[in-house]
């Protein structure tokens, strides 16, 4: 009877954490959706500050802006390649 008591004692024990934990385990993703959040509107005002120094840029040999599709098209492969490596799918370091 001891031995029962016990290993209803311990199954209740470990109920018990398995919901503390599962309790912080969803507390943790919140806070990790938050960051996440965070860390992508970050993001977006660093690539928009990008792209308004770039849209200004002046070439300077010529002293004439920058036309937009040749900003366009390095803009898009630049951020590509930059997401590409953020997510890990690039092959370089």
């Known amino acids: ?4 008591s016990n290993l209803e004692e311990l199954r209740q024990q470990e109920a018990h954490e398995r919901e503390m934990y599962n309790g912080q385990l ?3 993703k919140k806070k990790k959706g938050e960051k996440q959040a965070a ?5 977006a005002k660093a690539i928009g500050f990008k ?5 200004a840029a002046i070439n300077s040999r010529s002293g004439r802006p920058i036309p ?3 900003f366009v098209i390095c803009d898009l492969s630049r951020v590509c ?3 590409a490596w953020r997510d890990g799918s690039s092959d370089r370091l």
């Not at 009877?1 to 029962?4: G, I, L, S, V």
């Not at 860390?39 to 993001?43: A, G, I, L």
């Not at 792209?51 to 849209?55: L, N």
Request: hydrophobic share 50%; net charge negative; charged share 35%.
């Open 1 to 4: 009877m001891k031995y029962m």
């Open 26 to 28: 969803e507390e943790m």
């Open 39 to 43: 860390v992508e509107e970050e993001w």
């Open 51 to 55: 792209k308004s120094v770039a849209a």
């Open 68 to 70: 937009a599709k040749v």
């Open 81 to 83: 390649s930059a997401l």
